[in-house]
């Protein structure tokens, strides 16, 4: 929720809030603004936002990859720019976007991972927990640390503790205090540790291997589990049942099915 990420730096001022790389079906949206630690300004968040509408427009897009510029991967929210917020009608705007980009996180069509260098503090931990999958380096740190600024993360909250259990989430939430990246992974809040220099190459590895797979599979995959995640378990059975009927149906099954039975590699459309 809130960082110590300072105000843009005038170097930063002419170039875009969000970038974006393709390499084949992967879209890498790199957060741009490396002076301030990539803090989550209303500016970031809305460049965000429609980074992410346009890569769940494109057909070509199977994996969506999201990085930070520089040493860090995101600061949380701009200070600064929260301090400025005395009307609580412009502090109201920039959290309710937040939480829009968290949202259009979970309900992109493609597996969205998370990789991770340096901090991410606060909005940023909310940022890497709202993701699907998650890849740090050795040197990353995680924290929410808004208690020791006399305002509580309330926000980051949501997906921390919808990722990470009670007493992890609480153990963040109330000291405040940063975690390493191996604490991280045993916590699950990332999938995968590697060395520093390592990052960027376990990150391809991982998204090579999603999008090898049938995109329109991953995207219905992906949409099932986030609903049947927050359901009891009757309801979830029936969503997932469901789901299965759908899903046998679908071109994808008939080939990867046929292509099993058949011992040769499927061909996905």
């Known amino acids: 929720?809130?960082?110590?990420?300072?105000?843009?730096?005038?170097?930063?001022a002419e170039e875009p809030y969000v970038l974006r790389r393709d390499d084949g079906a992967v879209a890498t949206?790199?957060?741009?603004?490396?002076?301030?630690?990539?803090?989550?300004?209303?500016?970031?968040?809305?460049?965000?936002?429609a980074a992410l509408d346009e890569v769940?427009?494109?057909?070509?897009?199977?994996?969506v990859v999201l990085e930070?510029?520089?040493?860090?991967?995101?600061?949380?929210?701009?200070?600064?720019?929260?301090?400025?917020?005395?009307?609580?009608?412009?502090?109201?705007?920039?959290?309710?976007?937040?939480?829009?980009v968290m949202l259009r996180?979970?309900?992109?069509?493609?597996?969205?991972?998370?990789?991770v260098g340096g901090i991410a503090t606060a909005a940023g931990c909310q940022l890497v927990a709202?993701?699907?999958?998650?890849?740090?380096?050795?040197?990353?740190?995680?924290?929410?640390?808004?208690v020791d600024i006399g305002l509580f993360c309330s926000t980051p909250m949501v997906a921390v503790t919808r990722t990470v259990a009670a007493k992890h989430a609480m153990q963040l939430l109330l000291t405040g205090e940063a975690i390493d990246a191996d604490t991280a992974f045993r916590m699950a809040l990332v999938n995968e540790v590697v060395d520093d220099d390592h990052l960027a190459t376990a990150t391809a590895q991982l998204a090579a291997t999603l999008a090898a797979k049938p995109p329109a599979v991953l995207a219905a995959g992906k949409a099932t589990y986030r609903r049947q995640?927050?359901?009891?378990?009757?309801?979830?059975?029936?969503?997932?049942?469901r789901a299965m009927v759908d899903g046998l149906a679908r071109p994808d099954a008939a080939e990867g099915i046929g292509a099993f039975l058949e011992k040769r590699p499927p061909t996905w459309r």
């Open 105 to 115: 996180l979970g309900s992109l069509r493609q597996p969205v991972i998370a990789s």
């Open 130 to 146: 709202s993701c699907d999958l998650a890849v740090a380096s050795r040197s990353a740190r995680f924290a929410t640390p808004g």
């Open 1 to 12: 929720m809130s960082s110590q990420g300072e105000q843009t730096g005038s170097g930063d």
């Open 56 to 63: 769940d427009a494109d057909r070509s897009v199977h994996v």
């Open 229 to 241: 995640a927050s359901m009891p378990i009757p309801g979830a059975y029936e969503v997932a049942g």
């Open 29 to 49: 949206l790199t957060l741009n603004r490396p002076r301030s630690r990539n803090a989550l300004s209303l500016a970031m968040l809305e460049a965000l936002g």
């Open 68 to 100: 930070g510029a520089g040493p860090a991967f995101c600061a949380g929210h701009d200070l600064r720019e929260l301090q400025a917020a005395t009307d609580p009608a412009d502090a109201a705007a920039i959290f309710d976007t937040c939480s829009s």
